[in-house]
């Protein structure tokens, strides 16, 4: 089993940037390929971002692609979300999951098994 903690969440004004972070323990991070989501008050959670074993391919939302980054170092056993102009419209809590794949190349945007307890993001106007 995997332990997931996000952070870097906070508030930031209208344009601004954000990094979160996804630190990952108890088992070989790099086994994993690794997912943000994102939940806004009164709405569903949503995919944000993807991203396989080695780091080495991704996936953006629409919402996301153009300002977001997904990034890993496995090294570090963390995977990070580089959020820039950013919108009131990306206010919510962001969370990291893990899946473990035998995939090199393969990323997902649903079906992960393990989840951390999310981050805020709240971006003001």
């Known amino acids: 089993q995997v332990q997931l903690v996000e952070s870097g969440g906070g508030l930031v004004q209208l344009g601004g940037s954000l990094r979160l972070s996804c630190t990952a323990s108890?088992?070989?991070?790099?086994?994993?390929?690794v997912g943000w989501f994102r939940r806004a008050p009164g709405k569903e959670r949503e995919f944000v971002a993807a991203i396989n074993r080695s780091g080495g391919g991704s996936y953006l939302a629409d919402s996301a692609r153009g300002r977001f980054t997904i990034s890993r170092d496995n090294a570090k056993n963390t995977v990070y979300l580089q959020m820039n102009s950013l919108k009131p419209d990306d206010t919510a809590v962001y969370y990291c999951a893990a899946r473990y794949v035998a995939s090199f190349e393969a990323y997902y945007t649903d079906y992960y098994d393990y989840w951390g307890q999310g981050t805020q993001v709240t971006v003001s106007s």
């Open positions: 108890g088992r070989t991070f790099s086994n994993y390929a």
